[in-house]
């Protein structure tokens, strides 16, 4: 494995996780699917940047240069940037923003610092005051399960417009996120498959070659390079 990641939870009601991670050598990973949108900033041969990034509703193999630094800031399901859909970042179709110097980048018309490990909910917030991120409660209560003011219609409406992607398919993605960590940890075809809800092991088989990008087998030995997937609860 040449990408070493670290990350922690957020106490931001906003942000879902935050991680940061480099690249020993150069080499190719999975890029898992992801039904959350974030923010990285990008440390490479002495450039910095900041991007924005979309879900991704499929796996895909990336070539990853060597010496990199990375910092993200997943945000929730819900959480969504006004002025940049989504949807529009979908599958990566990301936007990276315009830098001022080795310290700031443009955005809406001013310069912001770039944010670190530590001060990723400081920037979050600052955001949310300048009217630069938002959040969709009727998506929150779907994720949840909670019972809805709203028909059916309206939240399925609500889900594509903050997170890019049907409801049907974040939970596809979650519990093929979810399989994927319980075999990384020795679970079995049988109990992974039944502890995911998927149907049976073939099921399981073929959503984790669409959404990881990797065989059962391949994912229980860890023998190549996945990005960023850390434990998540099941999602039924």
């Not at 979050?124 to 209560?141: F, M, N, Y």
Request: positive net charge; glycine residues 8%; aromatic residues 8%.
């Amino acid at each position: 494995m040449f990408l070493v990641f670290d990350d922690r939870p957020s106490d931001s009601n906003l942000v879902e996780r935050v991680w940061r991670c480099h690249s020993e050598r150069a080499g190719r990973f999975h890029s898992v699917a992801s039904s959350h949108w974030e923010m990285v900033v990008t440390r490479l041969r002495g450039r910095i940047c900041l991007t924005v990034r979309g879900p991704e509703t499929r796996a895909t193999l990336i070539d990853c240069p060597a010496e990199g630094e990375w910092l993200g800031i997943r945000f929730k399901l819900g959480t969504f940037m006004p002025t940049l859909p989504v949807a529009h970042l979908i599958d990566r179709k990301d936007v990276t923003l315009p830098g001022v110097s080795d310290r700031s980048f443009w955005l809406d018309g001013g310069a912001w610092e770039y944010p670190d490990f530590d001060t990723a909910e400081t920037f979050v917030a600052r955001l949310v005051r300048a009217g630069l991120i938002a959040r969709d409660s009727a998506v929150e209560g779907a994720v949840r399960g909670e019972p809805q003011a709203l028909s059916l219609r309206s939240i399925q409406r609500h889900f594509l417009q903050s997170a890019g992607m049907t409801h049907s398919r974040f939970r596809q993605i979650e519990r093929a996120r979810f399989a994927a960590n319980l075999l990384r940890q020795g679970g079995t075809l049988v109990d992974t498959a039944h502890a995911a809800g998927f149907f049976d092991q073939a099921h399981l088989a073929r959503a984790l070659k669409q959404l990881i990008g990797q065989t059962p087998t391949q994912i229980a030995r860890q023998a190549e390079q996945l990005s960023f997937l850390y434990k998540t609860a099941p999602v039924r």
